[in-house]
């Protein structure tokens, strides 16, 4: 089944600084795919949907410019978090897309401390 | 919003079947019953789907009502690997983002 690949699997960084998170579609070419994020002991929240060649689009309440998404090929999406601070400690997660008779595929997950 | 309600937790015996509720009164015909667990820091996996008829493979069954309102998720055999976060949701399969309630915390216990 297809695969989706993400990267680091946890990163600690210093207020203030930006961290970039990768997920990748190892076998499959994904032009849509999805980053979530969770906080300890709650479900996962969606944050945007990134489109290949195109703007993402943000959750409301999620503030693009703090978390930039790129998505230049079909096999990789990125995650920035710009600046980031303590608040933004969490887990985030990248998916592909919910096809016809396919089920979504889920990232291991990013762990992010900020510290 | 998420259109499911879980319980917020559960137990089960290992060895035992581990039944999962989940109702969704407001599912729409095109929409499918998806299942996913999410085992501790890792992504969620993929279970199992359906839409009205009852379905296996080889981690799990679902079992819809007739009116397609409940559906319950059968681990027919529970181990302690199956210790997780199961979560139900409903869908179209037209593509798109999955949208997570708060799912249910099974715990199986020696």
């Known amino acids: 089944g297809a695969v989706v690949s993400q990267h680091p699997s946890w990163v600690i960084c210093k207020s203030g600084t930006s961290v970039k998170i990768e997920c990748r579609s190892l076998d499959f070419q994904a032009t849509t795919m999805f980053w979530y994020r969770q906080f300890p002991k709650q479900s996962l929240m969606l944050m945007a949907t990134s489109n290949e060649g195109s703007k993402a689009t943000y959750e409301q309440g999620v503030e693009k410019d703090k978390f930039l998404i790129n998505h230049a090929s079909l096999t990789l999406s990125t995650l920035t978090v710009t600046s980031a601070h303590p608040e933004d400690s969490s887990f985030y997660i990248c998916?592909?897309?919910?096809?016809?008779?396919?089920?979504?595929?889920f990232g291991q997950g990013t762990r992010l401390t900020v510290v | 919003d998420a259109k499911t309600t879980q319980p917020t937790s559960m137990d089960c015996a290992e060895g035992r079947a581990a039944n999962l509720p989940c109702n969704h009164s407001?599912?729409?015909?095109?929409?499918?019953v998806y299942w996913y667990r999410q085992i501790h820091s890792q992504g969620p996996q993929y279970i199992i789907h359906g839409l009205k008829n009852n379905e296996t493979n080889e981690m799990a069954s679902l079992i819809i009502t007739e009116d397609r309102k409940s559906s319950t998720l059968i681990l027919p055999h529970a181990t302690l690997r199956d210790t997780a976060v199961y979560y139900c949701?409903?869908?179209?399969?037209?593509?798109?983002?999955?949208?997570f309630g708060q799912g249910t915390e099974l715990s199986v216990k020696p």
């Open positions: 998916s592909d897309l919910l096809g016809l008779n396919t089920e979504a595929f």
């Open positions: 949701i409903v869908k179209d399969n037209q593509g798109g983002k999955l949208i």
């Open positions: 407001t599912i729409s015909g095109n929409e499918y």
